[in-house]
């Protein structure tokens, strides 16, 4: 008998290691499929909240934000395109991609949790992004990407040129802020455990069966 599992994933649309970290969980549960019921719902999280509409190029932001060197964030890319390669992800950034403004894209998730369609919309944000060298902050794009997984392109339209769910979203994003999450991804299981980072596949098997012990009153080596 299986048992459910609450998931929410606190990630960023332009963040890698939330790639890497969603697949990991994603694989991690068809492992787990006749041992949990998950529900993911993915909470939104902003990297670059006051980024303009034009972006910026993605070396000099992370020279920027982080003071990476040029080498060293040519580095941090080919791990990550290794990691998302092992899990079937295709990373196509390179150093002249840029970085853009994510809130549009999180009215949008928040929408399609309402209509059932935030996890294939989320991989379609992910991929345009990383794979397809999309902006995610264009509204034609975005509403292009709602209605490639089945969702009602003029709502999305509509809700793009409106300021709808707006306050929704920098609620959701101010609670998390509250929990302490100051990173992405940071996956939170049944409101309590919380595994941050692209962390493996086994890693979260690990976790996901040391969370459902504890919730039947195991004991967890």
């Known amino acids: 008998m299986s048992s459910p599992l609450k998931i929410d994933f606190v990630s960023d649309v332009s963040c890698p290691w939330c790639v890497v970290g969603l697949y990991g969980l994603t694989r991690a549960l068809e492992i787990l499929r006749d041992e949990v019921r998950a529900e993911i719902r993915f909470q939104p999280f902003e990297l670059n909240p006051k980024m303009g509409p034009e972006g910026q190029n993605i070396t000099e932001h992370i020279t920027e934000k982080y003071g990476s060197t040029p080498e060293q964030s040519q ?4 791990m ?4 998302g390669a092992e899990l079937g992800f ?7 991609s840029r970085i853009y403004n994510t809130f549009d894209a999180h009215r949008l998730l928040h929408w399609a949790a309402l209509e059932g369609l935030q996890l294939p919309l989320k991989e379609a944000l992910f991929k345009a992004y990383f794979s397809d060298g999309g902006n995610p902050s264009d509204p034609v794009q975005l509403a292009q990407i709602a209605q490639s997984v089945g969702l009602d392109r003029q709502r999305a339209e509509a809700i793009l040129a409106s300021d709808e769910y707006a306050n929704a979203v920098r609620e959701e994003e101010q609670l998390w802020l509250s929990r302490g999450v100051n990173s992405v991804p940071t996956v939170v299981f049944n409101d309590q455990y919380a595994v941050t980072g692209g962390q493996p596949v086994e ?3 690990g976790a996901i069966r040391q969370i459902m012990s504890e919730a039947k009153g195991g004991t967890v080596s």
């Open 80 to 83: 990550i395109r290794a990691r």
């Open 90 to 96: 295709a990373f196509r950034t390179d150093g002249n």
């Open 75 to 78: 580095k941090n890319r080919e």
């Open 203 to 205: 890693t979260f098997v």
